[in-house]
C-alpha cells in the first residue's frame, strides 16, 4: 500500500511530461511523422556516405548539403504566406507525397546502379523545394493540433523528442544496412515510412482556421511578415542568432562522413554511432523541455544550449578517440536540439496568430535556410584546411554567438513579458524572462 502514492506520483510525472498527446490529432501528427523520420535520417545518413564514397571529396558533400537546402532560403518566406493562406493539412499532404516520389526515384537509380553525382544534386535540389514549403507549414501546423495553448511548449518539446528519437534510431539502421545491402534499401524504405505521414494526415479533423491574411494582396503579405518579424526585437535577436548556430554550427553533419573514416579510421557502423550519439544528446534535452511546467528560463537556456553546443563542437574537433568523440557527439546533440527548441517555443507563444506562418517561414529560413550556406562553407574549408580545424572554428563561433546573445536578454526579457502576461500563458508576472 505504502508504493502506491508513489506509483500515483510517477503516473501523473508520465502523464505531464506526455500531455500535448491527450489530443487525438497530435497523437496522429506525432506517430505518423515519428515513423516518416526514421526514414528520412535513414536517407540523410545513407546519401551522405553514397556522396563521399563515389567521390571521396569533402566539397561535394558540401555541394549536396547546398543544393538540398538553398531552395528553403530562397522561397521559406514564400511560402509561410502559403501557410497563413490555405489548409496547411493539405499542404502537408503534397509535400510528403512529393518526398515520397523523390526517395523512390533515389532508390531506382540506386538499385540499379545508374546513380551519378549529377543525379544526387538535382534530386536534393527538387527535396529543397518540397522542403521549402513543408518546412514553414508543419511548423505552424503544431499549432492547429493543440486545443489548449498552453499545452504549445510541451508539444514542441515532444517534437523534438520525436525528430531525436528518429535520429537515435535512423542512422544506427542506415549504418548497418549500407554495411550489409548497401545505400539503395535506406532510399526505399524513406518512400515507405512517408506513408505513415500521409495516413495520419488524411485521419485528422481539424477545426477550419480563420484566415484573416488571405485578403490582402500576395506581395504585401510577404511584406507585412518582414516587417513584423524583424520590426519586433525579441523575434529578430532570436532568428538571427539560430540564423548564425545554423550557419557555422549545424554544417558538422557533412562532415561527419570525414571523420568516420578518415579521421577515426572506421566506416559506416562508426557514422552511424557518432550520429547516434548525437540523437541521443539530442533525446535528452527534448525530454528535458517536455518536462518543464513554464517558459520562464527559456532566454538564459538558450545560451547555455549553444554554448554547450559550440564547446562540443570545438572538443570533437580535437579528438581522435572514439568514445571521446561519441560523448562529445552527446554534448553536440543536446546543445543544438534545445537551443532549437527553445527558440521555437519562445517565437510560438509570442508570435500574433495571422502571422504565425510568415514568421515560422524566416525561423525555417534561419534554422534551415542558413545551412546550405554553412555546408558550402565547411566543405570548401574542409578542403582547404582539414575538416577538425573547420570544425573547431565552427564551435568558436557559436560560443561567440552566445556571448552576444546574452548581452540582449534584457531588452528580450522586457518586451516579451506583458506578451506572456496579456496572452495568460503564465499565471503570475515572473520578475524576468531568464
Not at 537546402?69 to 493562406?85: C, H, N, W
Not at 520562464?296 to 579528438?319: C, D, H, K, P
Request: charged letters at 10%; hydrophobic letters at 55%.
Amino acid at each position: 500500500m505504502k508504493h502506491a502514492p508513489s506509483n500515483s506520483g510517477q503516473r501523473a510525472t508520465l502523464s505531464f511530461l506526455i500531455r500535448a498527446l491527450h489530443y487525438r490529432n497530435y497523437r496522429l501528427f506525432f506517430s505518423g511523422q515519428g515513423v516518416s523520420l526514421v526514414g528520412t535520417w535513414m536517407q540523410q545518413i545513407a546519401i551522405s556516405w553514397l556522396v563521399y564514397r563515389l567521390t571521396n571529396s569533402p566539397f561535394l558533400l558540401g555541394l549536396i548539403g547546398f543544393a538540398g537546402q538553398i531552395p528553403t532560403f530562397l522561397l521559406a518566406s514564400v511560402a509561410g504566406v502559403f501557410a497563413d493562406r490555405h489548409d496547411r493539412r493539405k499542404l502537408l499532404v503534397l509535400t510528403q507525397t512529393l518526398a515520397m516520389a523523390q526517395a523512390f526515384v533515389l532508390a531506382l537509380l540506386t538499385f540499379t546502379g545508374h546513380v551519378a553525382v549529377w543525379h544526387l544534386v538535382i534530386l536534393s535540389i527538387f527535396l529543397g523545394f518540397v522542403n521549402a514549403l513543408d518546412i514553414p507549414v508543419r511548423q505552424s501546423f503544431v499549432v492547429d493540433l493543440v486545443e489548449n495553448k498552453e499545452d504549445l511548449g510541451n508539444a514542441i518539446a515532444l517534437n523534438s523528442v520525436m525528430f531525436n528519437g528518429a535520429r537515435l534510431v535512423g542512422p544506427s539502421i542506415a549504418g548497418l544496412l549500407i554495411s550489409i545491402v548497401g545505400e539503395a534499401v535506406c532510399f526505399f524504405l524513406n518512400g515507405i515510412s512517408f506513408l505513415a505521414i500521409v495516413i495520419a494526415l488524411l485521419a485528422m479533423k481539424v477545426p477550419e482556421r480563420k484566415r484573416e491574411s488571405g485578403a490582402v494582396p500576395f506581395f504585401q503579405g510577404l511584406r507585412d511578415g518582414y516587417r513584423y518579424t524583424f520590426g519586433f526585437a525579441p523575434i529578430r535577436y532570436i532568428i538571427l542568432f539560430l540564423g548564425l548556430v545554423s550557419l557555422m554550427g549545424t554544417s558538422y553533419l557533412v562532415l561527419m562522413p570525414v571523420f568516420a573514416r578518415d579521421i577515426l579510421h572506421g566506416g559506416a557502423h562508426t557514422l552511424g554511432f557518432l550520429m547516434g550519439a548525437s540523437g541521443i544528446g539530442a533525446l535528452i534535452g527534448a525530454v528535458h523541455l517536455a518536462s518543464r511546467k513554464t517558459v520562464r528560463g527559456l532566454g538564459r537556456l538558450i545560451v547555455i544550449a549553444s554554448s554547450t553546443f559550440g564547446i562540443g563542437l570545438a572538443v570533437f574537433s580535437f579528438s581522435r578517440y572514439i568514445p571521446l568523440s561519441l560523448a562529445m557527439m552527446l554534448f553536440v546533440g543536446f546543445g543544438m536540439i534545445v537551443h532549437m527548441a527553445s527558440s521555437n517555443t519562445v517565437l510560438q507563444t509570442i508570435v500574433e496568430e495571422d502571422k504565425r506562418g510568415r514568421m515560422m517561414s524566416f525561423y525555417a529560413m534561419a534554422f534551415m535556410g542558413m545551412a546550405p550556406f554553412g555546408s558550402l562553407l565547411a566543405g570548401s574549408l574542409a578542403s582547404a584546411i582539414g575538416a577538425p580545424n573547420t570544425l573547431a572554428i565552427s564551435g568558436l563561433a557559436c560560443i561567440v554567438g552566445s556571448a552576444l546573445f546574452l548581452t540582449r536578454l534584457p531588452l528580450i526579457r522586457k518586451l516579451v513579458r506583458p506578451i506572456y502576461v496579456q496572452m495568460g500563458i503564465i499565471k503570475e508576472m515572473p520578475s524576468e524572462l531568464q
